[in-house]
């Protein structure tokens, strides 16, 4: 359990780090992305 969770932290913040977004919409839209990403990935 506590390896899904490092990934997902990791995996977010990979998203975030290279989105190249500069606006708080764009960073918004890619976590919720991000979260979506790992809600499908975790079998919901």
């Known amino acids: 359990m506590k390896r899904k969770i490092a990934g997902a932290i990791i995996f977010v913040a990979y998203i975030v780090t290279l989105s190249a ?24």
């Not at 919720?32 to 499908?40: C, D, M, P």
Request: charged fraction near 25%; charge should be neutral; proline fraction near 0%.
């Open 21 to 44: 977004c500069h606006t708080v919409k764009g960073v918004g839209e890619d976590m919720q992305s991000g979260g979506r990403a790992i809600e499908n990935s975790s079998g919901r």
